[in-house]
Nanobody
């Protein structure tokens, strides 16, 4: 059974950094895209960043220049480095792997507040 385990969420002051990780366990032949999504209270889940197996990336306009997605295929792990965090970045962050089956992590809370 495949599971995605996220870590790295927490409380951070505006302007600060935070790094999220998401690792897969279980039997997976090949992971294609890895991505990060977020859902703020009262809002729909939205794409934050996505990375292909070859390392091509795409970002939501709201995080471009502040967030960086990366992956380690050998470790089956995806990372999200978040810099210059803003209060509007507060949300539950979810990772998603496509194999081509789709797997979601359980979510990790990120709160940006002074």
């Amino acid at each position: 059974q495949v599971q995605l385990v996220e870590s790295g969420g927490g409380l951070v002051q505006p302007g600060g950094p935070l790094r999220l990780s998401c690792a897969a366990s279980g039997t997976i032949f090949r992971i294609y895209t890895m991505g990060w999504y977020r859902q703020a209270p009262g809002k729909q889940r939205e794409l934050v960043a996505i990375i292909s197996r070859d390392g091509l990336t795409d970002y939501a306009d709201s995080v471009k220049g502040r967030f960086t997605i990366s992956r380690d295929n050998a470790k089956r792990t995806v990372y999200l480095q978040m810099n210059s965090l803003k209060p509007e970045d507060t949300a539950v962050y979810y990772c998603k792997f496509t194999t081509p089956l789709t797997y979601w992590g359980q979510g990790t809370q990120v709160t940006v507040s002074s």
